[in-house]
């Protein structure tokens, strides 16, 4: 059996949050995927659509590596399940994001996929950096100049995203190859978490908590000593060892807004997530 390019430690951590009476997250922790799933649409709605999409994911759990065109087909499959029971339910969708291990050439990377506004960042050499580029409405506003990013966590338009899996989204996703480097740190999160931390105050922590799982307990528990206003989930995933040479190899640099040229850049719909 083939060694995995990227060798990890994974530590995880959910919460259903202070106001919240169910928990719609769903994450995969589980070589090589490392995904968060937040549902919107309530309960038998959000919940169903998060669990039906990492569900789907896990099929490819095991594996040491897994190709652009298998993740791609994987959500396809998810994006048909949600569909199924966004027929029960209309308002059924989930955001999707994360890292997949991948292997170019012998080199590892991380494959990073993001739909919706749940985030992936990258840790490394004290910088944190945030992979994923939000599809949401105050990210737009962001772009165009109108919202400062200090002014967008009080937005009154922050809960409404622009891409979705279900929800009468498209439900694209963008996706970067980041070449992974030994000692890097992964954090994918639902806005549950995003949305209470700063971004200094999420590095303040990946720098402080050696051992992932301390990482991503501290992460939540923080999380709700701010507020806890939503479901919150956090995985923290560290590369131990990486194979080959990034170096030699072009890429879609971590935080570009490239996307694959076949995946859509406009939505069809802009869902509120109201859950």
Known sequence: MN???????VGAATHTGHRRRINEDAFLADAPLFLVADGMGGHEAGDRA??????????????PSLSIDQVRAALRRAREQVEAIAS???AAGTTLTGVVIADVGGVGYWLAINVGDSRTYRFARGMLEQISVDHSVVQELIDAGVLSVEEAGSAARR??????????????ADYWMVPAEPGDRILVCSDGLSGELTALQLRDILQDEPDPQAAAARLIHEALLHGGRDNVTALVVDALAVAGDADLYDTAPAGSRRSEPDEDTRPRSRPRRDH
């Open 88 to 90: 029960d339910s209309r």
């Open 50 to 63: 998060s669990a039906a999409v990492v569900a789907e994911f896990a099929r490819l759990a095991g594996a």
């Open 159 to 172: 809960n409404e995203i622009t891409r979705a899996i279900g929800a009468g989204s498209a439900g694209r």
């Open 3 to 9: 060694e995995a390019p990227i060798t990890v430690r």
